[in-house]
RNA sequence: GUCCCCAUGGUCUAGAGGCCUAGGACGUCACCCUUUCACGGUGAAAACCCGGGUUCGAAUCCCGGUGGGGACGCCA
């Protein structure tokens, strides 16, 4: 008898930047993978339609590759179990839905999301937890059916036994158990005929032959209702391990309101890859003895988790920063050439930069003093300068925020959304366009004379947008 | 509110009952090196959440509290 192969996958889901949270998780699945001569495989999990960003998938696949990890199946590349993204699945997690409903084990539900919201309402008030009432759980299922045939909107729930216990080995906890009576009648297949994630993860792990699901902390509380799912199925649940959340430096789970998320952050303000990995792997785990600074070949090769402590770690810029230069140190001028070019001095970054100071620039000892703001991470300038005459500090930290969530809201970055979000903003404000323009500006080029805004805010990018505009409106609410 | 997870300096952590006078790293401070800055070197301040057990002995095991976090969506 071969042992069972080795499986295990990252489930990202294309809403919005690369995240740094799934390099983290993508590195231990992977390590854990090729510690154990498994395949490590990339499912995207695009079943939330009102969420999804069309450019999402490839910013996620380039930055996963970017951050140094190679995956053996994955939607770009294919493999024995694809497709390899959940909205071409869609077929398999109807199917099983249906299996379930005709089993027994699942039910049409026509609540409402009003109803259900009312009924949230209602429970929190009471100070009882939240949770689906089972009020079509009693449905006569001819009748159900009836409805579901004359055209009814509706949604499958999961049935839930009402007692009993539901337990699973966690990789690194041990044994977790949940009273089932805690848990409610999840949907598993939405009104517009997708799969939620835990009827679809169930589904494709199940199908994709995955061994191991290496995950965040958050799947802890719906891990019984998976592995209750996996029962109803009468499939074999794979093994499961969750990990510490990354956190902000005030210890809740990390969100880019608190710290900077983007993976493309950290690409862009000249943190090696093999650093990255480095740092990440040092959240939680170590090798053990003093050792800080080692490649990923080298955690691989004394990998376990043993040594995988579990307290959720705050991540820390200052140290990654220090790894970073220490990494650097290390390598010779000549490689340094090769990573200016391939990294800072772009020929792609210089085609977008040029236009924007030719016009300003008479010889090219100009070039760098126009531009340098755009290679700098975060600027120093007068605080004191930045609220424009009669403004308070307070207010204009305000606008900065508020246009921060105006501008990620975006469908894209272009120069076109970015000016019509500011000039908006201003509108719907009623604040003066001159004002908020120079305190933006000084925000983001770090004085008052700039190329054009709106171009200077597309080419510096999101993630140094973002970074500056926040950095900017912390320090003004606390003056 | 309910359930689940976690708990060593400000931060990342070592520590698997005596090796702990709790080790390393980042950061901080001081000094040295240096025309400056940085690097580097030396040193300092800084932690076992609290209370009960178990044990000859507990940072380490058990229980209770406290604290932090996560989850409770037709989001993942």
Redesign the pocket.
Same mark, same amino acid.
């Given at each position: 008898m071969t042992k069972p192969e080795i499986r295990v996958r990252i489930?990202?889901?294309p809403?919005g930047d690369p995240h740094i949270g799934t390099a983290y998780i993508a590195l231990f699945n992977y390590v854990f993978a090729k510690k154990h001569g498994g395949k490590f495989i990339i499912r995207i999990?695009d079943?939330?339609q009102?969420?999804y960003r069309a450019e999402s998938e490839a910013m996620i696949l380039d930055a996963v590759r970017w951050f140094g990890i190679e995956w053996d199946e994955g939607p770009d590349r294919g493999g024995e179990y694809g497709p390899y993204k959940q909205s071409e699945r869609l077929a398999h997690y109807q199917k099983w839905a249906k299996e379930l409903v005709s089993k027994g084990h699942a039910y049409y539900?026509?609540?409402?999301?009003e109803r259900?919201a009312g009924l949230?309402k209602k429970q929190t008030e009471n100070?009882?937890?939240?949770?689906?009432d089972r009020h079509c759980r009693t449905l006569e299922a001819k009748e159900a059916l009836a409805r579901v045939e004359k055209g009814e909107?509706?949604?499958i729930r999961f049935k839930v036994p009402s007692s009993g216990v539901t337990s699973f080995e966690d990789g690194i906890? $041990?044994?977790? +158990?949940?009273?089932n009576t805690?848990l409610?009648d999840?949907?598993i297949l939405?009104?517009?005929g997708?799969?939620?994630?835990?009827l679809?993860?169930v589904v494709d792990d199940h199908l994709m032959k995955i061994s191991h699901v290496i995950r965040g902390?958050?799947?802890?509380?719906?891990t019984p209702k998976h592995v209750l799912l996996y029962q109803a199925f009468g499939w074999e649940p794979p093994h499961f391990t969750h990990l510490?959340?990354l956190?902000n430096?005030?210890?809740?789970?990390i969100s880019k309101r608190k710290h900077p998320t983007s993976i493309l952050y950290y690409k862009r303000k000249g943190i090696l890859p093999e650093v990255l990995r480095n740092f990440l792997a040092?959240?939680?785990w170590?090798p053990? $003895?003093?050792q +800080?600074i080692f490649s990923t070949e080298e955690m691989i090769e004394k990998f376990s988790w043993?040594?995988f402590?579990?307290?959720?770690?705050?991540f820390?810029l200052?140290?990654l920063l220090?790894m970073n230069?220490?990494y650097l140190?290390k390598k010779s001028d000549f490689e340094w050439v090769q990573l200016l070019r391939q990294n800072v001095f772009t020929e792609d970054y210089l085609l977008q930069l040029i236009p924007l100071v030719k016009e300003r620039v008479c010889a090219f000892e100009e070039f760098i003093d126009n531009t340098s703001f755009f290679f700098n991470g975060d600027l120093k300038y007068d605080e004191a300068v930045l609220p424009p005459k009669g403004v308070v500090a307070k207010d204009a930290s305000n606008w900065l925020v508020e246009l921060l969530e105006k501008l990620e809201g975006l469908q894209s970055w272009t120069v076109e959304h970015i000016k019509e979000a500011c000039e908006n903003y201003c509108k719907e404000k009623e604040i003066k366009t001159k004002d908020l323009f120079m305190t933006l500006r000084i925000v983001i080029s770090g004085g008052t004379v700039s190329p054009p805004l709106f171009e200077t805010i597309h080419v510096l990018g999101k993630e140094m947008t973002r970074r500056r505009m926040r950095l900017a409106s912390d320090s003004l609410k606390k003056r």
């Open positions: 489930a990202p889901s809403t999990e079943t939330d009102t969420r539900c026509f609540c409402s999301s259900l949230r100070k009882l937890p939240p949770g689906y909107v509706h949604v906890r $041990g044994k977790v +158990e949940f009273e805690k409610d999840l949907v939405k009104a517009d997708f799969p939620t994630y835990h679809a993860s902390e958050e799947w802890v509380s719906s510490n959340l956190r430096p005030d210890k809740s789970k040092l959240m939680g170590n053990g $003895g003093d +800080e043993e040594r402590s579990l307290g959720g770690p705050v820390d200052t140290k220090w230069g220490q140190k």
